[in-house]
């Protein structure tokens, strides 16, 4: 028996998923897209599976979630349909109660937050309910592992009875549309979806041209008659009848009773005090992930664990049975060096997901994403968009894992690919490397950069919300905020390792093997026409520098067209710092500080501050390093997508970089060429890509949420 969970966001689909599988459960991606997938089995009854779909408002064809969760519904069709509503926002969430009966599978509603009416001193006649709706219905508490009759119910639930209460003329044509249909099933919700001309499910279920025309002219016909088009119709008619339906449920409504989590609201959602307790809660986060505790973890495998545990002992063990030299440096620098890279991140990931499981868990994340939302918006990205980025100033690897946290797909793509731009701590040696070197140490570097990659996530977010795949009005903003609570250990907990798993499991390849493969590129090369192993100081005959030679020339117009900076370059993949390493290397220092002040003159002398800066921002801005490329294809669960966002910020780097570097020469040293030309072209493409007006799409917002 399959049984789909469906729900509004923050409905706590979620909550009652782990609640009834318990740990019989698998976490993935629908099938080429971010958007979570979960199925599991019920704890008490192995044969019987639960799926928890995306959380959405509507079943209309406005958001990946909501394609998903209907394409689910009608292509495997489940035996029954758990819908769960906000049982402290029934009004809204019965909206959707309405389309999901509409497909006729047999459905029981789960009316959640039975704690928070009982709080608020609320009671619902649920017998008058059922028989208004003409469901089944079951008052429970997800959270409080209160399911009451849920399950004895969906065993025998039945298909929701037909009240088709619409006005006659609508009815009638939805009848018109039903009885031509050849899908036997869903029939008066494809009749529907055809009346309003929707297209995902005309091209799905191959709708008869004969009948779309004829679709099209009953809907025109009532358009006319109701002065409003079809699905406004529909969609009004609909809350009508909720609004009757809820009127006369509530025992004891006392509206005028404020709980404890009204009461916290009022101060954590003031216009006043909101964004400085979001940045005190934000703060502490940081602090406790990115400075102290994770950082001191992840310092801790790094530097003790790999660097003086296992390093040291796999190479004794190595000298101890005679290991040929190469194959102790593959071993070490390659194998064990790679998996230090992807394990190294692992105590971080897991500090950081387990306060933002708290976060989500007690119910603040809904309000950091309400406070957040309406400035960040503006250019394309959530409100819960924030937290990544700011995780993104210590680590580019958790902040993209934290994207996890954003529900709406478009949303949390956009904020994979942008928040690396972002310095995290690896990039500052980098800083302080051409701060030191090119710009007397000025005080100013430092925080440019900052700038140039807030900068970026602007330009980036306007820049692709006009384009195709982020294209689409903004999803509508209708979050409940659930009602606070002390968040339960072993959700939390949960959280934090589902979480922290998939990053070994699935970043860890892609980090593993480009170890390996940098590994290879700089500790073999051709020394006077032989090939062998190098030792440390001879890079420059390195299969590496080979590579950086031939391709040095595209970074002429940026100023540093050199095999140098294009195999420094290339080694910041495998962690920005080793760039500065790199360098050391090249200039002949194989142990050199952190951020290489013993070479600071040397390299001095093949830059100029501009070409200098543009080095600078090409780096920070280009392709993250491999373990965060490998959380990207993580998040992205896709190829193609992760190539787009790696591709994407090359060009968006080099875009940069070479405007740095042409105007920077234009305006200091008065020095005009054909790149200049170029630079200017790439400058006003950019302006146009700015303030273009993205082309009209079909794409609307159901009416009661605009
Ligand atoms: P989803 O978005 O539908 O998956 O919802 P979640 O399961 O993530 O729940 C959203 C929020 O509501 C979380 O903070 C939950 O802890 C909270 N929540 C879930 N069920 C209940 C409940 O029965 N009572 C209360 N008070 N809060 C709940
Ligand atoms: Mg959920």
Redesign the pocket.
């Known amino acids: 028996m399959k049984i789909a969970l469906v729900?509004?966001?923050?409905?706590?689909?979620?909550?009652?998923f782990n609640a009834l599988t318990g740990s019989n459960q698998y976490v993935g991606n629908w099938p080429g897209v971010t958007v979570e997938k979960k199925s599991g089995k019920y704890k008490n009854d192995k044969k019987i599976e639960i799926i928890d779909l995306p959380?959405v408002y509507s079943l209309s064809p406005y958001s990946l979630e909501e394609v998903i969760a209907r394409n689910y519904i009608i292509d495997e069709r489940p035996d029954a349909i758990i819908n769960?509503v906000d049982g402290t926002n029934l009004e809204r969430n019965l909206y959707l109660s309405e389309q999901v009966k509409d497909l006729g599978v047999p459905m029981v509603i789960a009316i959640?937050?039975?704690?928070?009416l009982r709080a608020r001193g609320e009671e619902i006649d649920l017998k008058k309910l059922e028989k208004n709706l003409g469901v089944k219905c079951s008052l429970?508490?997800?959270?409080?592992n209160e399911l009451g009759d849920l399950m004895e119910l969906i065993k025998k639930a039945e298909r929701p009875q037909e009240l088709n209460y619409l006005d006659a003329d609508i009815e009638e044509a939805i009848a018109k549309i039903e009885v031509q249909l050849s899908n036997d099933t869903f029939k008066r919700f494809i009749a529907i979806k055809v009346l309003e001309n929707d297209p995902k499910i005309i091209e799905k279920e191959k709708i008869d041209p004969k009948v779309i025309t004829q679709a099209k002219e009953l809907s025109l016909a009532l358009a006319k008659k109701y002065d409003d088009d079809i699905e406004s119709i529909i969609t009004s008619k609909r809350y009508e009848y909720i609004t009757k339906v809820t009127g006369n449920i509530y025992i004891s409504k006392s509206s005028t009773k404020e709980s404890i989590s009204d009461k916290i609201d009022k101060i954590v959602t003031n216009r006043i005090l909101a964004l400085p307790i979001f940045v005190a809660v934000m703060t502490l986060v940081y602090y406790i992930s990115v400075t102290t505790v994770g950082t001191m973890a992840t310092d801790w495998v790094n530097d003790v664990l790999f660097g003086e545990i296992i390093s040291p002992a796999v190479e004794s063990f190595l000298v101890s049975i005679n290991c040929v030299p190469w194959l102790q440096s593959l071993i070490l620098d390659g194998v064990v060096a790679g998996l230090g890279a992807i394990l190294g991140f692992v105590p971080q990931i897991l500090v950081l997901f387990f306060l933002l499981a708290i976060l989500?868990?007690?119910?603040y994340m809904a309000r950091i994403a309400f406070i957040m939302d309406r400035i960040f918006r503006k250019f394309g990205l959530s409100g819960k968009s924030f937290i990544p980025m700011l995780i993104g100033t210590g680590c580019g690897v958790p902040a993209i894992m934290a994207s996890r946290t954003i529900e709406n797909e478009r949303d949390r793509r956009m904020t994979i690919m942008t928040t690396t731009f972002i310095p995290c701590s690896a990039k500052l040696p980098i800083i302080a490397m051409i701060a030191g070197a090119l710009f007397n140490e000025a005080w100013w570097v430092a925080p440019s950069a900052y700038f140039l990659g807030v900068v970026a996530i602007i330009v980036s977010g306007i820049i692709l919300k006009k384009t195709k795949p982020f294209l689409g009005e903004v999803a509508p903003f209708v979050m409940e905020l659930?009602?606070y609570?002390i968040p339960k250990a072993t959700a939390v907990l949960r959280s934090m390792w589902e979480r922290g798993w998939s990053f070994i499991k699935k970043a860890g390849t892609i980090i593993f093997l480009s170890t390996v493969l940098i590994w290879l590129l700089t500790n073999f090369g051709f020394v006077d026409g032989q090939f062998r192993m190098l030792d440390t100081l001879e890079i420059e005959y390195s299969l590496a520098a080979i590579i950086g030679r031939a391709i040095s020339f595209i970074f002429i117009p940026l100023g540093f067209g050199n095999w140098q900076a294009t195999v420094a370059t290339l080694m910041g993949l495998v962690a920005k710092e080793n760039l500065v390493v790199t360098y050391g290397i090249i200039y002949g220092i194989a142990e050199a500080s952190e951020e290489g002040s013993e070479f600071w003159g040397t390299l001095a002398t093949s830059f100029t501050p501009v070409s200098g800066y543009a080095l600078l921002a090409f780096n920070l801005l280009c392709a993250p390093c491999f373990a965060a490329i490998g959380a990207i294809k993580r998040e992205m669960n896709n190829a193609k997508w992760t190539l787009a966002a790696v591709g994407y910020q090359c060009l968006f780097a080099y875009a940069v970089a070479l405007m740095i570097n042409q105007f920077g020469n234009l305006f200091i040293y008065g020095s005009f060429d054909f790149f200049t030309i170029v630079a200017v072209i790439v400058l006003l493409m950019m302006v146009y890509l700015l303030v273009r007006k993205p082309k009209a799409h079909s794409l609307k917002v159901v009416g009661a949420y605009e």
């Open positions: 729900g509004n966001p923050n409905s706590g689909k979620t909550t009652l959380g769960i959640n937050m039975a704690d928070s429970i508490s997800a959270v409080k989500e868990e007690c119910g659930p009602a609570h």
